[in-house]
C-alpha cells in the first residue's frame, strides 16, 4: 500500500489506496541522486542513501522534517532492510544488523562471499527476523541468518548457479529464490529449508529475475525479469486439488503425464511435474529493471508493476482462474507527480475516490543533529554483539502505533 522511490532529485513516497488516484505522501529534494529508500511500513521513518555520499546511510522522520541519524560504512552501501525490530545494511563484503529502536549495531557479519549486488532479504515478520544473503559467490546457497538471536540458521542449497533473487513471505515461515540462470524458481521451508515448491518460469536461458515476491497471503508468488513476461505462480499441491477437478480432455492427459513419470529417470520426471506460470503480464517493454508487488486495492487483487522509466502499472489478478491479467491503469511517478492515464487499456468504470490520509505536512525546522553516541566507525568494534535484541526506548519516536499497521491477510 506504499511505494517509495529514488530519483536524481530526491525521493517521493506514495500511497496506494485506489487504482484511479496516486497520492503523493512526501516528496524531499534536500538530496540529490538517490538509490536507495526504505520506508518502515506506512510509518514515518525512512532511511535514505543517495550516489553524492554512497558510504552513508540516513534515517528521518519524514513527517516532522527531522533527521533522526546517519550512520558511515566502509564502503558502498549495496541495499538495506528493515522491519519493526531490525535495519539490515549490505555491503559488498558485510552485512550490519541495527536494533531499529534506538539504530544500536547489534552484529556485523564479516567476509561475507562477494555480494556485488547486495542481495538479500529480511523477514518482514519481526518475531523472527530471518535473514537471507548468499552463502557462496559461485554457487545457489543460501545462507539463513536469525537476526532476533544473531545466529546462523542453516544454509540451503538452493540452486547450481549463483543466486539472482530471494524473497520470503510475510511470515517468514518461507523462502522463494533464483539463481542467475533464472529458469527455475524454489521456494523452501523456514527455518528448516526443506523445498516446498519448484516452478519453470522458462527455458530460455540466462534471464535476469529482477524482483520476486510472495502475495501477503502468501498463495501466490510473483517473478519478473529483464523480459517482458512477468509471471505469477500458484502456491498449491496439485494432489490436493485435481481428484475433486470435473473429468475434461486436458484432466485426462495430465493424469496420463503423471502416469507416464513413474517410468521416466527421476531428473525427467522433475521437469514434467514442475508447475508452470498460473498468471501472466506481457509488458510492453523489454529490458528494463522492474520491481512487482501483489496487493489488494480496494478489496481486490492487484499486480502492481514499477519500471526504471518512472511508470507504475496496475494489473487485475483473477485469483480462480488466473491467466492473463489484464492492464486497469498506468500511473507516471515523475514530473509533477499528476497521474498519466493508459486510454487503450483503462478499461473499467471510474472507481470510488481514494481514502488515503492527507499529504502529511512537513516541518519547516530541520535537525542537523545526529544522534548521540554515533561515530563514523559504525559506532562499535567490528563484529561486536551489543546486547541489546528487545525494543529500546530510545530517540525513534514514531507518532503513535498507528503507523504500525497490522498485517492482515
Known amino acids: 500500500s506504499s511505494l517509495a522511490i529514488g530519483t536524481t532529485t530526491g525521493y517521493r513516497l506514495f500511497s496506494l489506496s485506489s487504482v484511479e488516484q496516486l497520492d503523493q505522501v512526501h516528496e524531499s529534494n534536500e538530496i540529490p541522486d538517490v538509490y536507495i529508500v526504505e520506508r518502515l511500513f506506512s510509518s514515518s521513518l525512512v532511511v535514505v542513501v543517495s550516489h553524492a555520499k554512497p558510504q552513508q546511510m540516513n534515517v528521518y522522520h519524514f513527517k516532522k522534517g527531522t533527521e533522526i541519524c546517519n550512520y558511515s560504512y566502509s564502503s558502498k552501501?549495496?541495499?538495506?532492510?528493515?522491519?519493526?525490530?531490525?535495519?539490515?545494511?549490505?555491503?559488498?563484503?558485510?552485512?550490519?544488523?541495527?536494533?531499529?529502536?534506538d539504530m544500536k549495531l547489534l552484529k556485523t557479519i564479516l567476509d561475507t562471499p562477494p555480494n556485488t549486488t547486495g542481495l538479500c532479504a529480511l523477514s518482514i515478520n519481526h518475531a523472527n527476523s530471518y535473514l537471507a544473503y548468499p552463502g557462496s559467490a559461485t554457487s545457489g546457497e543460501i545462507a539463513l541468518y536469525d537476526g532476533n538471536t544473531l545466529k546462523t540458521a542453516c544454509t540451503i542449497p538452493a540452486h547450481d548457479g549463483p543466486l539472482a533473487a530471494l524473497?520470503?513471505?510475510?511470515?517468514?515461515?518461507?523462502?522463494?529464490?533464483?539463481?542467475?540462470?533464472?529458469?527455475?524458481?524454489?521456494?523452501?521451508s523456514i527455518p528448516g529449508g526443506q523445498k516446498l515448491y519448484e516452478f519453470r518460469r522458462g527455458m530460455k536461458r540466462?534471464?535476469?529475475?529482477?524482483?520476486?515476491?510472495?502475495?501477503?497471503?502468501?498463495?501466490?508468488?510473483?517473478?519478473?525479469?529483464?523480459?517482458?513476461?512477468?509471471?505469477?505462480?500458484?502456491l498449491e499441491h496439485l494432489t490436493d486439488s485435481r481428484p475433486e477437478e470435473p473429468p475434461t480432455w486436458s484432466g485426462y492427459m495430465g493424469k496420463m503425464f503423471q502416469a507416464a513419470t513413474n517410468?521416466?529417470?527421476?531428473?525427467?520426471?522433475?521437469?514434467?511435474?514442475?508447475d508452470r506460470a498460473f498468471a501472466t503480464v506481457r509488458l510492453n517493454v523489454s529490458g528494463q529493471r522492474n520491481i512487482c508487488a501483489l496487493s489488494t486495492i480496494q478489496k481486490l487483487p492487484r499486480l502492481l508493476v514499477t519500471t526504471s522509466d518512472g511508470h507504475?502499472?496496475?494489473?487485475?489478478?483473477?485469483?480462480?482462474?488466473?491467466?492473463?491479467?489484464?492492464?486497469?491503469?498506468?500511473?507516471?511517478?515523475?514530473?509533477?507527480g499528476k497521474m498519466?492515464?493508459?486510454?487503450?487499456?483503462?478499461?473499467?468504470?471510474?472507481?470510488?475516490?481514494?481514502?488515503?490520509?492527507?499529504?502529511?505536512?512537513?516541518?519547516?525546522?530541520?535537525?542537523?543533529?545526529?544522534?548521540?553516541g554515533y561515530s563514523e566507525d559504525g559506532g562499535a568494534l567490528r563484529g561486536e554483539v551489543i546486547p541489546e535484541h528487545e525494543f529500546a526506548t530510545g530517540p525513534v519516536c514514531l507518532d503513535d502505533e498507528n503507523e504500525f499497521p497490522p498485517v492482515s491477510i
Not at 77 to 101: A, F, G, M, P, T
Open 77 to 101: 552501501i549495496l541495499s538495506i532492510r528493515l522491519n519493526r525490530q531490525r535495519l539490515v545494511v549490505c555491503l559488498e563484503e558485510s552485512i550490519y544488523i541495527h536494533n531499529i529502536k
Open 167 to 188: 524473497a520470503f513471505n510475510s511470515t517468514g515461515s518461507k523462502l522463494a529464490s533464483a539463481s542467475e540462470k533464472g529458469t527455475v524458481i524454489r521456494v523452501f
Open 206 to 234: 540466462y534471464v535476469n529475475i529482477s524482483s520476486l515476491v510472495f502475495s501477503m497471503d502468501s498463495q501466490f508468488l510473483c517473478a519478473s525479469s529483464n523480459t517482458e513476461t512477468v509471471h505469477v505462480f500458484k
Open 263 to 274: 517410468y521416466l529417470p527421476a531428473q525427467v520426471s522433475g521437469m514434467m511435474n514442475q
Open 312 to 336: 507504475l502499472y496496475i494489473y487485475n489478478l483473477d485469483p480462480q482462474d488466473g491467466g492473463e491479467c489484464v492492464l486497469i491503469k498506468k500511473h507516471s511517478l515523475l514530473g509533477s
Open 340 to 372: 498519466e492515464e493508459d486510454k487503450e487499456n483503462d478499461l473499467r468504470p471510474p472507481l470510488p475516490q481514494s481514502y488515503a490520509a492527507t499529504v502529511a505536512r512537513q516541518s519547516t525546522v530541520p535537525s542537523t543533529s545526529t544522534m548521540p
